[in-house]
């Protein structure tokens, strides 16, 4: 680990400004994707500023029924909240299917949402990846890619976005607020937060240097049965191979979003709406454009298997 400096920030206008004006500055609250990061040297920020003071940890109701979840709301409070596990349980359960409740008491939500890629090769310094190192190319294209993304690559990245929490907050339609460098504040919509590879596979989301979530909003709740079906290699412990989150009404309609197939939580509108004709039915909007590989062609088929279940389950709930 390469040495930094530390500070702890006083608010989030103040901490924004100070990682805004420090090119090698990081944000740091649970840490338990940004310490990992920076032993193997992958991430080596000169400075850290601490967010933990920040009064930031509150679940508060919203004026229109809904709720705001602050950014440092540890994960295992998250999930634990009775007001989640009553009209969101779809994020309850997502959160619980996500790392182990070691590393839930530590997660935040906001770091939760800017975790980094698990691509095996994004974490072998020994390797090209165009999301550590700019231009030096991909080494899971060509090489060992059971694990990875199905839409949504391009020809410099096909790395899989890791988080559950996520995966539950696209299908929740949730809204991230920030506040910049210039003590200006902003609301984007998680469907607009993600950026896609592209030719710039490490610009990861739209936030600005030194810009800091500062909470997450949720909408009112939306009512019908709330699934969460995460599949991987060992029951524990473990990223998605497949994962779909869903919430399905007593007509059958509803809305679905996949994790483990996309370099950002997947959701296709028009996919929604065909939720009532079946899994099939879904499956092919939501992988329209897939680029399979042929170690991880089975996920198209394993989407398509998970939502069924994911479906069964919520029509023998309600």
């Known amino acids: 680990m390469k040495a930094f400096t530390y500070e702890r920030a006083r608010t989030p206008a103040e901490a924004a400004a100070g990682a805004a004006g420090n090119a090698g500055a990081k944000f740091i609250a649970g840490g338990t994707n940004l310490l990992d990061l920076m032993k193997l040297e992958i991430e080596t920020p000169t400075h850290l500023i601490d967010v933990n003071g920040l009064a930031l940890d509150k679940i508060e109701a919203t004026p229109d029924g809904g709720l705001r979840i602050g950014a440092l709301v540890r994960n295992t409070d998250l999930a634990a909240d009775t007001r989640i596990r009553r009209d969101y349980a779809l994020l309850s359960r997502a959160l ?43 080494a899971a294209i060509g090489g060992y890619s059971r ?63 030194g810009e800091l979530i500062t909470a997450v909003t949720l909408p009112p709740p939306p009512g019908g049965t709330h699934v969460y079906t995460k599949v991987r290699d060992r029951a524990s412990y473990a990223f998605a191979l497949v ?6 009404q007593r007509d059958g309609t509803g809305r679905v979003a996949l994790g483990g197939v996309a370099p950002q939580p997947w959701r296709v509108e028009a996919a929604d709406a065909e939720l009532a004709n079946g899994a099939a039915a879904a499956t092919r909007r939501l992988l329209a454009d897939a680029k399979t590989t042929r170690d991880n062609a089975f996920k198209a088929t394993l989407v398509q298997r998970a939502l069924d279940a994911a479906l069964a389950q919520a029509r023998s709930a309600s």
């Open 243 to 248: 994962a779909v989150g869903a919430i399905v």
């Open 147 to 209: 694990p990875h993304a199905i839409v949504g690559v391009s020809d410099a990245c096909i790395a899989a976005h890791p988080s559950d929490m996520a995966v539950a907050m696209r299908a929740l339609d949730a809204t991230i607020e920030t506040v910049r460098p210039d003590g200006s504040t902003r609301r984007i919509a998680i469907g607009e937060f993600y950026r896609l590879p592209g030719k710039t596979p490490h610009v990861e989301n739209v936030l600005v240097r």
């Open 96 to 138: 619980l299917a996500g790392a182990s409740g070691q590393l839930r008491n530590r997660a935040t939500t906001a770091g939760n949402l800017l975790q980094r890629t698990r691509c095996p090769y994004f974490y072998d310094t020994d390797q090209p990846c165009n999301k550590r190192l700019p231009g030096s190319g991909c």
